[in-house]
């Protein structure tokens, strides 16, 4: 009895060690050199589960400000990174790669990766203010885009009625850099989006 019990909590150990490793890389990381911005799935991993400074390359970041969906690391030490489309973070119990804002390796349903390897374009980018941004799909499709800051604040949400263009205004926002969630409802993929005066 006492072997069973011990195999049955050396496989809950295991299955919780696994699960918290599987979960530590949100699906959508970017940067602007001197910071990393990570979106989370809501309700996967509390703030005080996450590392509170994360290493790339030689450089170290500290976070700087966390909420239910995001984390928002500063550098700390080392260099700016250089690389703004693709960087490796060590979050201390795992590598997580991203090209693009997107974690590299994500599985994406049939759909979605044909959005974005058959023509999914976001332009103009950087736009002016008071241009608006358009999007083209490959194909059409139905579900939803959703606007963040920076801070992972949602802005906007849009509606994709079976679309194959999507034009979005946005006149009224401040300069800076944003994300842009495009989702059809089994998977998604984000774009980040520059404001310019």
């Known amino acids: ?12 150990g295991l299955f919780t060690t696994y699960s918290s490793t599987a979960q ?7 940067t602007d050199g001197s910071s990393l911005y990570f979106f989370y799935n ?6 005080e589960d996450r590392p509170a400074s994360i290493v790339v390359d030689a450089s170290t970041f500290s976070l700087v400000d966390c909420g239910e969906a995001y984390s928002v690391y500063d550098l700390e030490s080392g260099d700016p990174l250089l690389d703004l489309n693709f960087f490796e973070a060590d979050f201390g119990v795992g590598l997580c790669e991203y090209t693009g804002g997107v974690l590299t390796g994500e599985t994406l349903s049939d759909n979605m990766q044909e959005l974005v390897l058959k023509g999914l374009s976001v332009y103009p980018n950087p736009v ?8 083209n ?5 139905e579900g939803n885009i959703v606007l963040y800051d920076v801070t992972g604040k949602q802005i906007r949400t849009y509606n994709l009625a ?6 979005l205004n946005v006149g009224e926002l401040m300069s800076g850099i944003y994300m842009l969630r495009i989702n059809n409802g089994t998977a ?4 980040k989006i520059v404001i310019l005066n």
């Open 137 to 141: 799909f490959a194909s059409a499709v």
């Open 42 to 47: 809501t309700g996967t991993i509390a703030c």
């Open 1 to 12: 009895m006492k072997q069973i019990v011990t195999i049955i909590l050396g496989v809950v």
């Open 162 to 167: 079976k679309v194959v263009e999507k034009r």
């Open 188 to 191: 998604s993929v984000t774009k």
């Open 24 to 30: 530590i890389c949100p699906p959508t990381g970017f």
């Open 128 to 135: 002016k203010k008071g241009q608006d941004i358009n999007i």
